[in-house]
């Protein structure tokens, strides 16, 4: 029996309506919502991911400014930069576009946007309060995952969840959430010997490597929840491209109990917790004033 399909897309359509209703009430007490993206270079690529971004943010109300800069620009320059937005009452959520040129260094750069406008939750601060089980705002991919997860009514305090992959953004943050769930969690990484051991006794399998099919049907147990966070284009015999997650989907759905598409999974999840974590953090600066 097939694996019933967790439409991300239909839930990120109803955070949306919650988050333009939080954006309203703001608006209404003067408090408007202002996130202010940094953009480092210019590539096709990213002006239209910052292009969709704006418009997401304008469908929910969300003021929107995207600051450019050239790739030559400087560290400490960027940094200045970063400290006005964080002094600035008017911009109540800051996020800087990656990847950055590369003699600039990323992570320090992200420690230096305030931990209230983190909207990325991207500051070692805001995965710090992750760990210590008092999260203030975590990262979007993470936050997408967990949801996802909620919205089967799957229990997952208890429950042994595997996350195969490591990364700073998404591994890492995903296993700290699935913990603070209070589940029972294993980390695979590059140095895992064998995944497959952990995965086939999972209840709850969270992929995000960026490997396309790099986990199919027989490496996962019945009845599980999947979650694809992978995003890979590939090119097909005849050459058209498409999107594949790193789910070997149409095995995978096979054996699980529950599983994301890609695309129309995590993706716009993802989106929608970005739109969310940023009037969390109006609410708090609000509180806070």
């Given at each position: 029996?097939s ?12 955070m ?6 939080q954006?309203?009430?703001?608006v209404a007490?003067?408090?408007?919502v202002?996130l202010?993206a940094?953009l480092?270079?210019?590539t096709?690529?990213?002006e239209?991911?910052a292009?969709?971004?704006g418009e997401a ?7 929107y400014?995207l ?6 620009i ?5 940094k200045?930069?970063?400290?006005r937005?964080?002094?600035?009452p008017?911009v109540?959520?800051?996020m ?13 750069l992200?420690?230096e946007?305030d931990?209230?406008?983190d ?7 805001n995965?710090?309060y ?7 705002i975590?990262?979007c991919t993470?936050?997408?995952v ?10 997952i ?5 595997v996350?195969?992959?490591a990364?700073?953004?998404?591994g890492?943050?995903i296993a ?8 029972t ?7 895992t010997?064998?995944v ?6 999972a209840d709850?399998v ?5 490997k396309p099919?790099l986990?199919n049907?027989?490496?996962i ?5 999947v979650i694809?966070v992978?995003?890979?284009r ?5 050459g ?5 997650g790193?789910?070997e989907?149409e095995?995978?759905?096979e ?8 695309p129309?999974g995590v993706g ?9 974590n940023t009037v969390r953090?109006?609410?708090i600066?609000e509180?806070?004033?």
């Amino acid at each position: 029996m097939s694996a019933q399909i967790i439409d991300g897309s239909a839930l990120a359509g109803k955070m949306k309506l919650e988050v333009t209703d939080q954006v309203k009430a703001l608006v209404a007490r003067g408090k408007p919502v202002h996130l202010t993206a940094l953009l480092v270079g210019s590539t096709p690529a990213g002006e239209l991911y910052a292009q969709r971004q704006g418009e997401a943010c304008r469908a929910v109300g969300i003021n929107y400014q995207l600051l450019k800069y050239p790739a030559e620009i400087a560290q400490r320059e960027l940094k200045r930069e970063i400290r006005r937005l964080n002094v600035d009452p008017s911009v109540t959520g800051i996020m800087m576009h990656l990847p950055l040129p590369g003699h600039l260094d990323h992570p320090r750069l992200q420690y230096e946007i305030d931990v209230v406008k983190d909207v990325e939750g991207v500051n070692p601060a805001n995965i710090g309060y992750v760990v210590y089980g008092h999260t203030l705002i975590a990262p979007c991919t993470a936050l997408a995952v967990i949801e996802l997860i909620k919205s089967t009514g799957v229990e997952i305090a208890g429950a042994e969840a595997v996350v195969v992959g490591a990364s700073e953004i998404a591994g890492k943050p995903i296993a700290l959430l699935l913990a603070e769930q209070m589940a029972t969690v294993t980390l695979c990484h590059i140095k895992t010997r064998d995944v497959s051991v952990h995965t086939r006794r999972a209840d709850i399998v969270v992929v995000a490597v960026g490997k396309p099919h790099l986990l199919n049907g027989t490496q996962i147990k019945e009845g599980s929840v999947v979650i694809d966070v992978g995003i890979n284009r590939v090119t097909a015999a005849d050459g058209t491209k498409r999107t594949v997650g790193d789910v070997e989907f149409e095995s995978a759905r096979e054996k699980a109990g529950l599983i994301t598409p890609v695309p129309g999974g995590v993706g716009p999840m993802t989106v929608a917790m970005l739109l969310r974590n940023t009037v969390r953090s109006a609410l708090i600066l609000e509180s806070a004033s």
